[in-house]
C-alpha cells in the first residue's frame, strides 16, 4: 500500500535552532508534494507544495522542502526557528495514478522553546 | 473569502446514537473532501465529491458512514449508529478544478467522541 513515513513524532529546540523534517513516501509515479502545518488551536494550513520544475521549493514563514526523487523524500527545513513555529507539520502526497486524494504521514509535533 | 467551515467543533455522543457532520467548502470549490485523524494516527481520505457525485469513497471504512453533497453545495457525514473506534477528529476540505485541484483548503475540523 502507498504510504508517507515522517521519521519523528516529537522534536524539541529552541529559537534560533535549525529544523528539519523528513518525509519520504512509497510511491514509484508521479507524485505532487505538500507539506501543512497546523498552528495550536487553528486549521490545517499549506506551508509548501511541489508540483514540478525546480525541486527546491520555497514556502512561506522562511520554510523551504527539496524534493529528491531517488530518495523519495521531501524533507522540510528551516535555518533559524522562532518559538511562533510550534506547531504539528504534516508530510502528504498526492499520486495522480490514486484519484485526488492526500495520503498523509503521520505528523511530527515541534515544540520551539523560547 | 471565507474559508472551510465545519459544524460543530465538537461533539460528543454514546456508542450507537447517530451523528451529523457539515461542511460548507469554499464558494466556487467543486471538490469536497473528508479525511480522518483517529488519535495518534495519521489523517486519512474517506471520500471526496465532485459537485454532487461521489468520485472516490474508498476511503470510508463500513456502511455505518454516510455522506451526501445535495446541490453540490455543503456536505453532511452521518455516522449511524456510532462506535468508540469512530472517536477522532473528521476534517473537510475543498478545492478548486484545474491545476489547483491539488491544493486542497481545509476546515478547522469536527472533534468527535464516543463515549
Known amino acids: 500500500a502507498q504510504s508517507v513515513s515522517q521519521h519523528n513524532h516529537h522534536v524539541i529546540l529552541s529559537e534560533a535552532a535549525s529544523l528539519e523534517l523528513g518525509c519520504n513516501y512509497s510511491y514509484g509515479g508521479t507524485v505532487n508534494l505538500f507539506w501543512y502545518v497546523q498552528y495550536p488551536g487553528q486549521h490545517l494550513q499549506l506551508l509548501l507544495k511541489y508540483f514540478s520544475g525546480d525541486p527546491l521549493v520555497k514556502g512561506i514563514k522562511g520554510f523551504e522542502a527539496e524534493f529528491i526523487k531517488s530518495k523519495f523524500s521531501f524533507n522540510l527545513r528551516k535555518p533559524s526557528v522562532q518559538w511562533s513555529d510550534t506547531a504539528e507539520y504534516f508530510c502528504a502526497v498526492h499520486d495522480k495514478a490514486a484519484g485526488n486524494k492526500l495520503t498523509f504521514g503521520g505528523g511530527t509535533r515541534v515544540l520551539v522553546k523560547p | 473569502e471565507a474559508g472551510v467551515t465545519q459544524f460543530p467543533s465538537h461533539s460528543v455522543i454514546e456508542k450507537g446514537q447517530t451523528v451529523t457532520l457539515r461542511c460548507d467548502p469554499i464558494s466556487g470549490h467543486d471538490n469536497l473532501y473528508w479525511y480522518r485523524r483517529v488519535m495518534g494516527k495519521e489523517i486519512k481520505f474517506l471520500l471526496h465529491f465532485v459537485k454532487e457525485s461521489k468520485q472516490d469513497e474508498s476511503g470510508m471504512p463500513n456502511n455505518r458512514f454516510l455522506a451526501e453533497r445535495t446541490g453540490g453545495t455543503y456536505s453532511t457525514l452521518k455516522v449511524q449508529p456510532a462506535e468508540l473506534e469512530d472517536s477522532g477528529v473528521y476534517f473537510c476540505?475543498?478545492?478548486?478544478?484545474?491545476?489547483?485541484?491539488?491544493?486542497?483548503?481545509f476546515g478547522p475540523g469536527t472533534r468527535l467522541t464516543v463515549t
Open positions: 476540505a475543498s478545492s478548486l478544478p484545474g491545476q489547483a485541484l491539488y491544493e486542497q483548503y
